[in-house]
Structure formats: C-alpha cells, structure tokens
C-alpha cells in the first residue's frame, strides 16, 4: 500500500507539501455530502417528536407535584418543579414552554397554599420556582431565534451553492456523468474543491480541481477557477490547453502569496479521444469494459495554477462502456481510525454497478463508513462512461502524441489505493 500511495503522490506535483499543511487542519465531522440534493429529517416526524416531549414533561412536573404534596416536607420540592420547563426549554418551542412553566407556577402555588410554612420559606421557594420558569421561558425564545437565525443563513448557503457549485448534468454527448461532493465542514454544503461540467459546443469538457486551504478563501478561489472556465469554454475557437491558461491567468490574480488551485481539465470528443491537461492534481483512473482498473498517466506534468504552469495537453484513448473516474486528492488522503488510506482497488465491484448513480453513491457511502463519517477535508467524485455515438468514424486523436495508459513496460500501472 505504502508503495503505491508513494507512486501517486510521486505523480503529483508539490502533493507532499500540500499533504503536510492539510494534516496541520484539525479534523471535523462531515456532511452527507450529496450536491444540490440535502435533505434533513421529516417534519412531521419532528412535530411528533416535540409533542411526545411536551407530555411526558407535563406528566414528570404533575407526578413530582402530587409525589411532594403525598409527603411530609414537600415544600423543598416546590423548586424542583421548574426542571420540566428547563428541559422542555433546550428542544421545545417558547409557548409550549411558557405552558409547562406556568403549570409548574400553578402546582407549586397549590403545594405552598397546602403546607404550612413561615413567610420566609414561602417566599424564598416561590421565588426560585419562579426564577428558574422564567428562564426556561427566555432560553426557549433565545433558542428559537438563534436557529431561525441558523436556517436563514443555511438558506442563503444554499443559494450562493448553487451559483458557485452548479449541477452536473447526467448525459453529455456520447457518455454518461455522475457527480458527488463532499464537504469537510460540518454545516457547509460547498468547499474548497472545484467541480464544473460545461456541455456547450460539440465535445463536453469538465474541470475538476482543489484549492489550498479551507474556509472562506479557499471557496472564493474555488468560485473564481469555475466562473473562469466556464466563461473560456464559451468563447469560440479556444482549445483546452487555451482555457486552461485563462483560468491559471485568473487564478493567479485572484490568489495570494501562497494559494493555489490543482486542477484537472478534460475534454471528451465523441470519435473516441479524451484531451487532458492536469496541473499538479491526481490522475484520473479508467475501468475498462474488461474490468481493468488503469491509471491515466500523461507524459508530463505541470505545477498547480497560480504557479504558472508549463501546460501541455496528453491524450488517451476511450473505448465504449469504459468507465473514468476523476476525484480530487481528498479522496486519496480519506483515512479510517486506525490510520488506513481508502482503497480504490476495493470499490471494483461498486464502480462496475450498471447505474452510473449507483455507483457513485455507493463508492460515497464506502468513503463515509471506511472515515467514520469523519472527513479531514473535502471530496469531489466525478464519473464518466463512454456511450455509443451516433457516427463514430476512424480519426486521428485531436493531440499529436497519444499516452498510452494501459502499459507501461508491460505491466499494468500502480495508481493510488490500487494494487496490480
């Protein structure tokens, strides 16, 4: 395993030192990680929930009540009352909440009325029952606003998503797509890791990458590469080798001192040919239609955009039913609790499901059960299936020079996570 993760990270440009800031990243929990498609738990199953809480509470302070008025001394429970509007107060809402503590008021006047006491003890037990039934009441309100607060900004989160991380489409000339994105934080549904699919024009081209970094920054650099490439892709007569230097040109100003974007850009032409120029970012795998797992090495390599890169385009061969798996090195580095890389050559039966969709959830549920549901940073998963063209005459590939990716001195190649 150590041998091949060492042949990836030798494949990748400046990967060791990228590797080195992001073990310096505290790890935190991890969404579900589908794009545009979260979904959080039934309402009416929620609604259930909180009125079943709102009963046994009122049963706990009726039963406390009558336990305290069955004693001798129950006047020292009468503060006791107010810990059923403290609960109810951390889930229910301010009303229901200002029912129970008003109740509890209620059943804490009837035991006082009942008992004999001095002024003083009465005074004393009233007031702290009191107490306590107000701030259950405030923490409740409190509570509340902050979390209608929360889903305002969630709502604005998934607005601002959808601009910057647009959905993949499922079919593109001659292949099939399925995507998936992971973000590394908690409540956040993009990240750092860049993911576009642009289908204008007769071959579809994709560009996935990941900037350095977390946070705010690394998603604004991530907004720049994919607005970046989606306008060169719209402009006409441009090749990828020439989009891709638009975008390192427009990383590079948006960038600081010490950010950068690796990246992987393909373009796929029907007649069989896929153009790829990757800078600094992990080689894409291919599945053939025979079940060999191959990794799509190109001749030469060039440093991360932003870096100013040498760009130089590689081209492969793609055969019908053969499958590509591009993803970013979040992937790579997904690590369970004892330490173990997740392996790729383990998913072979999960990336031949004969559902594209399919097997990409199910490579994203390995992901998630092989981590703990616990990612140390973001992952975006791409697949792309090769379909029957309409017209598929013999050509020349668009590049002068074809990478073969199926040998490389007789032996099939080591990709990451992948043992020939």
Known sequence: MGELRDTMLEATPNAAQRRGRRLRVSPVHSGRGIPLAMTGPS??????????LALLSWLAITLLALGAYRRSGGLILVPWLAVGPLLASLVLRPRTTAVLAGWALLLGLGLIAHQPARLGGLASHLGVLVLLAAFAVVNSALRTAAQRRLSQVRAVARVAQSAVLREVPTTVTAGRLASRYVSAAAEARVGGDVLEVVTEGGNPRWLIGDTRGKGLPAVRLAAVAMTSFRDACTQPGLSLPEVARVVDRSVARAAGDEDFVTALFAEYD????????????PTPLRLT???????????????????????????????????????????????????????????MNTLRRPNLETAADELLKRLLAHTGRKLDDDVAV??????????????????????????????PLAVAGFAP
């Open 43 to 52: 309402q009416s199953a929620g609604v259930l929930a909180r009125r079943a």
């Open 270 to 281: 029907p007649r069989g040919w896929l153009e790829l120029v990757i800078c600094g970012h």
């Open 289 to 347: 239609a025979d079940g060999d797992l191959q990794a799509l090495t190109p001749a030469t390599y060039a440093t991360p955009l932003g870096l100013h890169p040498d760009i130089r385009p590689s081209t492969f061969t793609v055969g019908v039913g053969d499958r590509l798996v591009f993803y970013t090195d979040g992937l790579l580095e997904a690590r369970d609790r004892a330490g173990r890389y997740f392996r790729l050559d383990a998913c």
């Open 382 to 411: 791409l697949l792309f299936e090769a379909m029957p063209a309409a017209a598929r005459p013999d050509s020349e590939p668009p590049a002068a020079a074809v990478a073969s990716a199926s040998l490389r001195d007789g032996k």
